[in-house]
């Protein structure tokens, strides 16, 4: 043994000592502030405790994160098991233990500044905050420790971020360039890191809200796809919470709990009929399987007062946006005949006793709609020019988008095929009129919406012209359109979202009138006189070819297929 230890020692000094520099290795674990910028974390050269980054830029070299554990973690099986856990006020004791980081950190004031934002422009139609509730909590950097506000919040900001960087805002006083950095996508990715894939065990009305939140900031986007996902794994949220229904509600609910939900699902349920309509989508939100109420009529401020005891004596500016809730539940039950009317290859087959179910008839409804429009107060009938007054630019808000969305059930309502060629025409003018005399800024807040909204003139003359029409109504049609155009390009002067809508729907005319030309001179039957357009003279003149004259020609047009292949592209307005 001893010769052993004899042979070892020498071995240990027989090797000369090494002249070479020390490696510089990583460190295991990166500090806090190298783990925020994700850059590599090295000791220093020195052999101080702090990292060379944070020698560099003289910051202390802290490890106080959490540490996460790698890999898949324990306790997945048992959560199925789990009742569902509600959060409904500040971070619960669950919620600051979860040893959850923010993946992007936004520094107070440009939170504050989106958060005015929303309240500006997407609020007035998505009203999902109670907004003194929210605006407390933010100034108190709660959304930093609170997973769940967090979600709501990251989602708000990018929706608020994509409006403004879209020039859908309601006043101009904003400074863009500050509003930039991050960008919406960066919020955007925030908001889908911190909401949880268990959604058994994680009911919390601010996860649902940034499903919401995200699937309409898609829609700014101009991706249908990514909207319907979110949107689809909030009806997730609502299936295992039973959101629809009050009776299943967690006891103990504040009044303005309360009322968040019933904003949040009757808000849900017209993203949902909408995006159907626009998108020939699912309705996954029947209004039949609803228990909900609607939200109540009073101020906020009044929703804070001990036992909602009010005294209000205006009216609330939810009276209104209560009606645009009834409009989409009336738009429901038309949206099933539309899109019977679209599908040109039924695969289903139909049950013939349901099939001649007695439904209110087009007039019936469209008659009720009027009545209950004029059972409005007057404030909502006129949208008037924004001022610096929030309370009064609620009121117009909701009365422009009272017209927008009446002008929606009527456009769905004589999509269908009993309407005919005549009516189509004089609504699709109506409808071009009543949003051409709202004042622009809330036109501007819309923003992508209303071009969807637009795009349905579109849709209720393609199927006209596969069946053909006489010279006549042609000249209607086209007047229509030629108006339409000229609407869209002056949009496009004051808008800032970005789109080629007018040069599409521009092209699909100029393509028509062509045919048409065509068609002339191989019958060899020239033209009297030129081309009278009722609509815009600049278009008119400008596209009307030589040698046409519709009101002379003969009393059928039939037009082939192919003429209409980009037609559904054209009226895609994103």
């Known amino acids: 043994m001893d010769k052993t230890m004899s042979r070892s020692s020498n071995k240990g000094a027989a090797v000369p000592p090494t002249s070479r520099a020390p ?36 910051e202390p070299c802290t490890f106080d994160r959490p540490v996460r554990r790698r890999g898949k973690p324990r306790g997945t099986l048992a959560a199925v098991s789990t009742p569902p856990r509600w959060h409904t006020s500040p971070p619960s004791v669950e919620e600051a233990i979860s040893r959850w980081t923010p993946r992007l950190e936004i520094s107070q004031a440009l939170v504050m500044d989106l958060t005015e934002i929303f309240f500006e422009v997407v609020y007035p139609v998505f009203p999902l905050f109670h907004r003194a509730s929210l605006l407390r909590r933010v100034s108190r950097g709660e959304h930093l420790v609170s997973r769940s506000l967090y979600a709501s919040v990251a989602a708000m900001c990018a929706l608020s971020s994509a409006r403004a960087r879209d020039g859908a805002l309601l006043h101009c006083a904003w400074d863009l360039d500050e509003l930039r950095a991050p960008t919406s996508e960066h919020f955007f990715e925030a908001a889908m890191d911190a909401i949880p894939e268990d959604v058994v065990s994680n009911q919390s009305l601010d996860y649902m809200r940034a499903c919401v939140l995200l699937s309409i900031t898609a829609i700014q986007y101009g991706t249908p796809s990514l909207m319907s996902y979110h949107l689809s794994r909030y009806h997730t949220y609502v299936a295992v919470g039973a959101l629809h229904d ?33 998108w020939n989508g699912v309705i996954n939100s029947r209004e039949a399987s609803s228990n909900v109420a609607y939200p109540t009529e009073d101020d906020e401020e009044h929703l804070e007062l001990p036992g909602h005891q009010t005294e209000q004596v205006h009216v609330g500016w939810l009276r209104g946006w209560n009606y645009v809730t009834d409009m989409y539940r009336i738009l429901e039950y038309a949206v099933s005949d539309l899109q019977r009317s679209r599908t040109t290859v039924i695969k289903t087959p139909t049950i013939p006793v349901l099939q001649s179910s007695a439904s209110p008839s087009q007039h019936v409804v469209l008659d009720r709609i009027t009545t209950m429009y004029h059972d409005l107060p007057d404030i909502f009938k006129t949208a008037a020019e924004p001022t610096h007054d929030p309370r009064r630019d609620l009121y117009s808000f909701q009365a422009a988008n009272i017209a927008a969305t009446i002008q929606l ?22 409808v071009l009129t009543a949003f051409a005399s709202m004042p622009t800024a809330y036109l501007r807040a819309i923003s992508a919406p209303l071009f969807h909204h637009l795009a349905e003139i579109g849709r209720i003359f393609g199927a006209a ?23 869209l390009a002056d949009l496009e002067k004051k808008l800032c979202f970005p789109t080629d809508a007018s ?10 009138d062509r045919f048409i030309h065509e068609q002339r001179q191989l019958l060899n039957e020239p033209s009297k006189r030129p081309l009278r357009v009722d609509g815009n003279d600049a278009y008119s003149n400008s596209l009307a070819l030589p040698g046409m004259n519709l009101e002379h020609q003969s009393p059928e047009i039939n037009f082939p297929p192919e003429l209409f292949e980009d037609w559904d592209w054209a009226f895609t307005f994103t």
């Open 503 to 512: 040069k599409k729907v521009e092209s699909q005319v100029v393509r028509i």
């Open 23 to 58: 490696k510089i290795r990583r460190n295991p674990r990166a500090c806090d502030a190298c783990s925020r910028r994700s850059v590599r974390c090295k000791p220093a050269a020195n052999g101080r405790s702090s990292c060379q980054n944070c020698l560099d830029f003289d």
């Open 409 to 430: 059930v009527r456009m769905v309502y004589f999509s269908s095929d009993i309407s005919s060629l005549e009516q189509k025409c004089q609504v699709a003018r109506e």
């Open 246 to 278: 009050e009776m299943n509600w967690p006891p103990g609910l504040s009044v303005i709990e309360t009322e968040e939900r019933r904003r949040l699902f009757w808000s849900a349920y017209t993203l949902d009929v909408f995006t159907s309509v626009v």
């Open 465 to 487: 012209f596969g069946s053909g029409m006489s010279a006549a109504l042609y000249h209607s049609v086209r007047a229509v359109l030629l108006d339409l155009t000229a609407f």
